[in-house]
């Protein structure tokens, strides 16, 4: 028999006198609770971004002045990464992208997204971070690859190249 105390949606009893065995069925909600809102993703963000910026990287670099030398502490840019957020937030980065492709944080994480990108690029550009480390990490590159198909060499009927049997 079910205490009276309990409220009826909690009652593990059934009118027999069985124990109810389905508490599934009592949960509102199937699945983890989201850790960040919208709202708090993007607060969470704005505290970041404003952590990246007070706490700057700092490198020793010497110093000449009238004949004398000394080592001082210099500033540097530290570069936003998508990796270096995610672990701010204490989430993985396959959350983040699970949370990205929701309609509620879609827009929230684009613009979170464009942010960083655009951090890397100008920093990069005004050369306060390494250009090509920051081009490889955002996908850009400037080469140009010639090539035959597939990868293979390309050849050009009627050039003997250097090392070539004639043939």
Same mark, same amino acid.
């Given at each position: 028999m079910a205490d009276e105390g309990i409220p009826k949606e909690? $009652?593990?009893t059934k009118? $027999?006198?069985r124990l109810n065995q389905q508490f599934w069925k009592?949960?509102?909600k199937h699945g983890r609770y989201k850790k960040y809102t919208p709202e708090t993703l993007w607060l969470s963000a704005v505290d970041w971004f404003q952590w990246m910026e007070d706490n700057p990287l700092e490198a020793s670099e010497i110093v000449k002045f009238k004949g004398g030398a000394t080592i001082a502490k210099v500033p540097k840019l530290r570069a936003m990464t998508l990796d270096a957020f995610t672990l701010y937030l204490d989430i993985s980065?396959?959350?983040w992208h699970n949370y990205a492709k929701q309609s509620d944080y879609e827009e929230v994480c684009e613009r979170i997204n464009k942010i960083i990108y655009t951090q890397k690029l100008t920093g990069a550009a005004a050369d306060l971070l390494n250009s090509n480390i920051i081009s490889r990490e955002l996908g850009l590159h400037d080469g140009l690859k010639v090539g035959g198909i597939d990868g293979a060499p390309l050849k050009i009927d009627g050039i003997n190249w250097v090392g070539e049997d004639e043939n």
């Open positions: 909690f $009652d593990c009118p $027999d006198g009592q949960r509102s980065i396959s959350t």
